[in-house]
């Protein structure tokens, strides 16, 4: 079932057993949390599961299993995402995860999945909000501070949501973002779920557990995103300032629980692109729907379609620029007639202005994050480690909005440099010296074997495609790397780029530009070696 192994084994992760919880009712909400997810995914994974079983028994055509898939995919997609929403902290992080591996999960579920960014339902009402504004702030009324304050959430995600207001001193618009109750005892009891589970079910994904949980304990104290923030900029603005925005903090507005920064006007970057599709679609005769479903079916037959090789990002700006100026010499005239005759002839003497369809410039999209990116690992060492899709904002003046630094990595000079011999052997498809940098790192397995650590450093930093996982799906593959040579432990230092890795691919498959890292961060780990005198 290469379409939802991987959501089964994921989902089973975070079931957890309950004797991980053996405190009371009344101390700990650890318990329940776990016997609802049991309740309510134990039975989901057990149907799809049996199904899995049938067709390894039955073998039957593949047509008629993947529409018991489909079908498996209606009836369970809207249970799994109230489950996630209702248990929200580290289930929605998981979440946000998938939504965006199209390589992975079935349109159904990316659909539902997509809603975990910023539409989870908030757990603050209007006047809840404000009043953890206020005592957070020390204020006595919000009044002194805000002009005004709306109480719709723009948008509400795992462990808070975010609402727009209007700073009284300079009427600045901000955005302020305010911190669930109780969100971090409840994210530490999940993460401790799914490691118990995982160290019993799937032990291969133990040791990614130490990592995750050291990065997450920053998140909850929003003084340390504001400071994340003020570095972002700095580090952000003098080379990419062009491309992408981050917006500062107003830190006598900050504290644990609230974090009040400049509010940036735009589109959510997926919203963006979905919408540039469905113009792009009714030009040509089709629906949104109908295009991803022809572009699903054929990742389901061919695989995900090899690494972008088009035009660059420079062609295709050159190329919209000379398109719009074409339109620009055409108006000329229509122009002219519209604003001499048209003023006393009929209305419908009026000619239409030519403007031509320009599609989304991917490209520059993934160029734009790859670079950022790759800056922030292996120049930097200062990275942040949550970019999902959600976290990006196209800006009303073509630039990308970064949002969310909670989840930032601070490499050392030797993690970084670590890490940038590493993405270079990877460039160079050096097997050997990736062999050599893993043992030198700590990473240590049963056999140690150099076809394994090459694939799976290529899956895990690289790229994606059945190309590169010997035809399997994700889990599938891990499986059978697993199986030849057991791994027990990783650098530290690496989970975070890895996870960073994965999600900009994620997003260059929801773009249908897909990329290998390695070769874009190239340039930047030269470089970072070069500058060490590391030749």
């Known amino acids: 079932m290469s379409r939802l192994r991987l959501l089964v084994v994921g989902t089973s992760a975070l079931v957890g057993a309950p004797a991980a919880y053996v405190q009371t009712l009344d101390k700990d909400d650890g318990l329940r949390r776990t016997i609802r997810l049991w309740t309510e995914m134990g039975p989901v994974i057990g149907h799809y599961r049996t199904v899995e ?9 593949k047509e008629e299993e993947n529409r018991e898939w489909a079908e498996l995919d209606e009836m369970y997609s809207g249970k799994v995402l109230d489950t996630l929403q209702g248990l929200r902290g580290f289930y929605i992080k998981v979440g946000q995860l998938m939504a965006h591996r199209n390589d992975v999960l079935s349109k159904t579920y990316i659909e539902k999945l997509r809603g975990l960014e910023d539409q989870v339902p908030p757990l603050m009402d209007g006047p809840q909000a404000r009043e953890v504004v206020r005592s957070s702030l020390g204020l006595k009324n919000l009044e002194d501070v805000f002009l005004d304050f709306q109480d719709v959430p723009l948008g509400s995600a795992s462990i808070g949501q975010v609402h727009k207001a209007t700073l009284k001193s300079t009427g600045e618009p901000v955005a302020v973002k305010i ?229 930032i990595k601070i490499l050392s000079t030797e993690e970084r440099l670590f890490v940038a011999r590493l993405y270079k052997a990877l460039a160079d498809e050096d097997r050997a010296e990736l062999k050599r940098l893993s043992i030198e790192g700590g990473y240590k397995s049963k056999f140690n074997d150099q076809d394994v650590i090459f694939k799976m450093a290529r899956v895990g930093f690289d790229q994606d495609g059945r190309q590169v996982t010997d035809g399997l799906n994700l889990q599938q593959f891990a499986d059978k790397m697993y199986r030849i040579d057991p791994w027990e432990k990783t650098l530290d230092a690496l989970i975070m780029p890895m996870r960073v890795s994965l999600l900009i691919r994620g997003v260059g498959l929801m773009l249908n530009h897909p990329v290998s890292v390695a070769h874009a961060w190239r340039p930047f780990a030269e470089q970072a070696l070069r500058e060490a005198g590391d030749k």
């Open 179 to 407: 911190q669930s109750p109780g969100a971090e005892e409840l994210f530490k009891s999940d993460l401790q779920t799914a490691r118990t589970f995982c160290k019993v079910f799937i032990p291969e994904q133990v040791i990614i557990f130490d990592e995750i949980e050291k990065q997450f304990v920053n998140e909850f104290d929003y003084r340390v995103e504001a400071s994340h923030l003020t570095t972002m900029h700095a580090n952000m603005t003098p080379t990419f300032g062009n491309l992408v925005v981050v917006p500062l903090p107003f830190t006598h507005l900050c504290s644990r629980e609230v974090l009040t920064m400049q509010f940036l006007k735009g589109k959510k970057l997926v919203d963006g692109i979905r919408d540039l599709g469905r113009d792009w679609c009714v030009r040509n005769g089709t629906t949104l729907e109908q295009y991803e479903a022809e572009m699903r079916e054929r990742y389901e037959q061919e695989g995900l379609p090899p690494v972008y090789a088009g035009p660059s990002p420079r062609v295709m700006d050159l190329w919209f620029a000379l398109v719009r100026a074409r339109d620009a010499i055409s108006n000329v005239p229509r122009w002219m007639w519209n604003y001499t005759v048209g003023w006393v002839a009929p209305r419908e003497w009026l000619l239409p202005y030519q403007k031509s369809f320009l599609p989304f410039n991917t490209a520059r999209v993934m160029d734009t994050l790859l670079k950022v990116h790759g800056k922030q690992v292996l120049l930097d060492g200062f990275l942040n480690g949550d970019p999902h899709p959600g976290n990006f904002l196209l800006l009303e003046d073509g630039r990308l909005g970064m949002l969310d630094m909670g989840q």
């Open 53 to 61: 079983l049938k067709h390894k028994i039955l073998k039957r055509c």
